[in-house]
């Protein structure tokens, strides 16, 4: 498919007094558990295409931002190499780390990290004042993102003047500001309320629909992971257990935590027909059906159709198979056992 | 609780020894009962070679004389700007109504109404007393001596807390610096400068930077890391990350630091007054020492007014939270502050230029309080001498004279291991080690009888002062707005210069011990107030419903509940309310005591800088010592509270 932006291959990080020594040993002995070391992120390999959105998902502590910081290197890896567009980052100086972050990345953090004494167009303004941007070009540039987060008029308000909704706009707008190929979101909307949160999704699928970005999405929500996901990275304890589309996580689960993490799900709404389909063994009858509709939409239809097999076509219209009417009933209605 | 019992134990057997030797000490070799002549180390001749060699052979004195220059050079600039020395650049004196109505415009762009009219109406107090030149002398040392702090202290703050080795070396020696009297300070400035106004403003500045390398620090360390790492993705540099996000965000703490810097400077200012320093110091000390009631209490309502108004300013300055402006188009509107500043400064300019009233208030046409002051101050003296006179005998006869005796009469070595056994029954062998160390070094300084006294003064102040504070604090926590008003007495209170606190006891009680005990009490019971009531207030309230619903009368809540919840808050108050009454008792000592502060006076005056710095030392580690063990003290208490 695409080529990915960012490739993790055995990444390992280990908080403590000394972690490579720690990480060695842990080779010699996997077991091994000492007081004083967090093994927070472990052997994680992982590949970001080009375009996609991927959402990290895991409960608390289970080294999700962890992973994202060392995708940014905001923290040094303990172990393993992180390569951002063919790059190895933890080769790259400290300038042309600068470099990479100026032109290429923007971050969004949970607690929004804003500057208290900044006001808000100069909060959004801070990473081209850092690129030594003059100070009209970057006002009028911070401006305009002001508007696209829908912040006009409050230009000149302090962060501790917003409510947590606003400020977090603000720290969209601000990530947003140099145009950034890669952009990392780490719990954005956690510490807002849900009516707000629901708002601010919406928002988010707004603006991701206006630009084309690489995306990487923190939430422990899986509602949240299931509305804008492209595919699912689900960790646990430092490890990656699955990372696939939200189809394919909670049809085909690779472990036994990925299954009890995804059992709640509705599964009628995640799966899209298309992801059932199996190749024709009989020239298709009837009307077909769309393969990016989920069983959930197609549910009153698929009680009352009589076919057996029901052929599916990809949005140019073509058809690329057809689904077993049983095995669509079994996600819609759960596994006759 | 194994661990302290076995302390308890150990403590024990400790005190039955030291109350062993206590009984015994007829029988006891002369070395036991006083530093015996080994012990006593030459510490003052090793310090006077130091600073002879840091004088003589490595030109440290060039460095310091050019340094001096600069800083005179700067004293020269604003004596010219305030108070008119002929100096370049011969522009000076601003018209007092200039100065009066920035304070105001500061005051009120700061806070308010009421900020405007403390500020403004404290230089209106000093233009029509006729104080206006001393004033200026005095605000002329803290111009030049703040900024230099402030910038020094940023500096080092940022370097301790780049490199945590630095912060290491540097720590032990802020605690010293911070618990060494003011004097200790000023006898090296003396033999590096000499005496007078750059030897104060010197002396100033060196005193007053560890608070603000510790709030520099505290604030630098506080900025949450999210804010660093998105400074980091927005791609700063650390140059960059250093100077737009943390020192901004560390802001309020920043500020603080400068708030005590500017509180330090002038608590120092108005002691360098020993040194040749002019200003209200110099004119309080003169006054005092001639008692002259009535015009000492002038002066003596200026510093503190001045005090007052440096405390709000710089603290609303520090506190004040960014607002945005309504946007208007208008510069002018925008910027009206400034406008209606520079308007009053030009009507200032000009009224000063048809009106010398308003540029200078001449000598003769100063009002005066002092008559008045001096005539009720006569009749009311009259009224309570003979209260005053009979507390006086009362206290040296029964109270000071016998304790003082007890102290000296103590064996040293039973005073070292009385030490070591409240050191073990609160922190066990390293707590006990700590304070023998820090006796055991007083002792081998040479000034053991000295020692005794300062040390017999203290005891006996704090122990006054928390008589007189806790019942007090009891009673003003009981409900939130008498709290709150004893406790702006006390945060204004503790914003006085030290010399302040001796002009009312040297009115009541004249030039005595008493008049000492007296001032060191007051000083001392501000922060154990303070800090009571603190600690009463933040009981969590469900505590107290739950013990009102197990039916606990009001005192056995207070006794039971509030005091022990409050225990640590109030060990803190204990533990200043020592170091003030240290540093206190020394700067009271030329009121005339015999104890270090009087030795320290002398080695003022012949300038021996290994004698001050001895006795400086010895004062230090008994604040020390006592920070040692309340601190301890106070976290243990912590940790079985849950706190
Ligand atoms: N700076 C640090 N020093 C030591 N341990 C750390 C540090 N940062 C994180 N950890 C530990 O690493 C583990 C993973 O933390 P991480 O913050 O990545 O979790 P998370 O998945 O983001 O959790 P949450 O959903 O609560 O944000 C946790 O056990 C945490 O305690
Ligand atoms: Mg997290």
Redesign the pocket.
């Known amino acids: 498919m695409t080529e990915s932006v960012i490739t993790c291959r055995n990444v390992s990080k280990i908080?403590g007094p000394n972690p490579a020594q720690h990480l060695v040993q842990l080779k010699a002995d996997p077991g091994l558990s000492q007081a004083g070391y967090?093994h927070?992120v472990r052997d994680v390999n992982l590949d970001v295409r080009r375009g996609e959105m991927l959402v990290v998902m895991?409960?608390?502590?289970?080294?999700?931002?962890?992973?994202v910081r060392c995708l940014s290197r905001l923290i040094e890896i303990t172990g393993g190499s992180v390569t951002v567009e063919g790059r190895d980052i933890a080769t790259l100086s400290e300038s042309e780390l600068i470099d990479l972050r100026r032109s290429k990345m923007g971050m969004v953090f949970?607690s929004f990290g804003l500057l208290p004494h900044r006001s808000v167009l100069e909060n959004v303004a801070f990473p081209l004042e850092m690129r030594g941007q003059d100070r009209s070009t970057r006002y009028a540039r911070a401006r305009e993102m002001l508007e696209l987060v829908g912040l006009k008029g409050r230009e000149d308000y302090f962060p501790r003047e917003l409510s947590g909704g606003q400020q977090q706009r603000v720290g969209i707008a601000r990530s947003l500001a140099v145009e950034p190929d890669i952009w990392f979101l780490d719990?954005p909307f956690s510490a807002l309320d849900p009516l707000i949160r629901r708002e601010m999704q919406d928002e988010f699928l707004r603006l991701k629909g206006m630009m084309n970005k690489t995306i990487i999405f923190?939430t422990?929500d899986f509602d949240e992971a299931l509305r804008l996901a492209d595919r699912i990275a689900i960790?646990k304890d430092?490890r990656v257990e699955q990372c696939d589309t939200p189809d394919q996580i909670v049809l085909h689960p690779a472990t036994e935590y990925v299954a009890k993490f995804t059992s709640e799900i509705d599964r009628a709404r995640v799966v899209h027909i298309g992801s059932l389909v199996a190749p024709l063994t009989a020239p298709a009858t009837g009307e077909p059906v769309a393969a990016y509709r989920t069983i959930r939409d197609l549910a009153r239809q698929l009680i009352s159709d009589p076919r057996v097999e029901i052929p599916v076509i990809n949005d140019k219209g073509a058809v690329i198979g057809s689904v077993l009417r049983q095995t669509a009933l079994d996600v819609l209605l759960g596994d006759a056992h | 609780m194994g661990r302290s019992e076995r302390y308890a134990g150990t403590a024990k057997l400790l005190l039955a020894l030291a109350v062993g030797l206590m009984l015994f000490k007829t029988v006891l070799p002369q070395g036991m009962i006083r530093p015996p002549e080994w012990l006593v180390l030459p510490f003052a001749d090793w310090i006077n070679a130091v600073f002879a060699f840091l004088q003589n052979d490595l030109g440290l004195m060039a460095v310091t004389r050019a340094f001096s220059d600069v800083v005179e050079w700067l004293l020269n600039v604003t004596a010219n700007l305030l108070y008119g020395k002929s100096r370049w650049p011969n522009l000076g004196p601003i018209p007092w109504s200039v100065i009066a109505v920035t304070a105001f415009m500061a005051g009120y762009a700061l806070k308010g109404w009421r900020l405007g009219l403390i500020s403004g109406g404290t230089f209106v107090w000093i233009a029509l007393m006729g104080q206006w030149k001393w004033a200026m002398e005095t605000l002329s040392v803290i111009v030049v001596a703040a900024p230099f702090s402030v910038t020094l202290g940023l500096v080092l703050g940022v370097l301790a807390w780049r490199s945590p080795r630095f912060e290491r070396v540097l720590n032990p020696i802020l605690s010293i610096a911070q618990s060494l009297p003011h004097f200790a300070y000023m006898i090296p400035v003396v033999v590096f400068i000499g005496v007078g106004p750059k030897a104060g403003a010197i002396v100033t500045i060196i005193f007053s930077v560890p608070p603000m390398i510790r709030m520099t620090l505290l604030g630098l360390k506080k900025v949450p890391e999210e804010v660093i790492e998105a400074g980091k993705m927005s791609g700063a540099t650390r140059w960059q990350l250093l100077t737009r996000a943390r020192i901004p965000t560390a802001r309020s703490e920043i500020l603080i630091g400068v708030n005590q810097v500017i509180m330090q400077c002038l608590a120092m200012v108005v002691l360098a007054s020993f040194i040749g320093m002019p200003g209200l110091g110099q004119k309080l000390l003169q006054l005092l020492q001639s008692l002259k009631i009535g015009l000492s209490v002038e002066i003596g309502v200026t510093i503190v007014l001045l005090a007052v108004t440096l405390d709000r300013l710089t603290k609303a300055w520090a506190l004040r939270l960014p607002v945005h402006e309504a946007a208007s188009p208008s510069w002018l509107i925008r910027n009206r502050l400034l406008v209606i500043w520079l308007a009053l400064c030009a009507l200032g300019f000009g009224l000063a230029h048809f009106f010398p009233y308003f540029l200078e208030v001449e000598r003769k046409q100063a009002l005066s309080v002092a008559g008045p002051i001096d005539a009720l101050m006569d009749q009311v003296i009259r009224l309570i001498t003979p209260v005053t006179l009979w507390l006086r005998w009362f206290l040296i006869t029964w109270v000071l004279i016998p304790m003082r005796d007890a102290y000296l009469w103590l064996p040293f070595t039973a005073v070292l291991l009385l030490l070591a056994a409240v050191g073990w029954a609160i922190g066990g062998l390293r707590s006990a080690l700590i304070c023998v160390a820090y006796f055991g070094l007083i002792a081998a300084s040479g000034w053991w009888d000295r020692a005794m006294i300062t040390v017999y003064m203290v005891c006996i102040s704090v122990v006054i002062a928390a008589i007189l504070g806790i019942p007090l604090a009891i009673w003003g926590a009981r409900t939130p707005i008498r709290a709150g008003r004893i406790l702006l007495v006390c945060d204004t209170a503790q914003t006085f210069p030290s010399f302040i606190y001796l002009i009312p006891v040297i009115m009541l009680f004249g030039v005595n011990d008493v008049a000492v005990v007296a001032a060191v009490v007051v000083f001392a019971a501000v922060p154990m107030v303070r800090y009571t009531i603190e600690g009463l207030r933040n009981v969590p309230p469900e505590m107290i419903e739950a013990a009102d619903m197990s039916g606990a009368t009001r005192a056995q809540v207070l006794w039971h509940v509030r005091l022990p919840m409050a225990l640590p808050t109030m060990l803190v108050g204990a533990n200043q309310s020592v170091m003030f009454s240290l540093f206190m008792v020394i700067i009271a000592a030329f009121i005339g005591t015999q104890d270090l502060g009087q030795e320290m006076q002398r080695a003022l005056s012949s300038t021996d800088v290994g004698k001050g710095l001895v006795l400086g030392f010895a004062v230090a580690f008994m604040g020390l010592m006592t920070d040692h063990l309340i601190t301890r003290w106070s976290e243990t208490r912590k940790r079985a509270l849950g706190i």
């Open positions: 908080f967090v927070a895991g409960l608390s502590g289970s080294g999700k931002s962890t992973l949970q719990e923190i422990h960790m430092g």
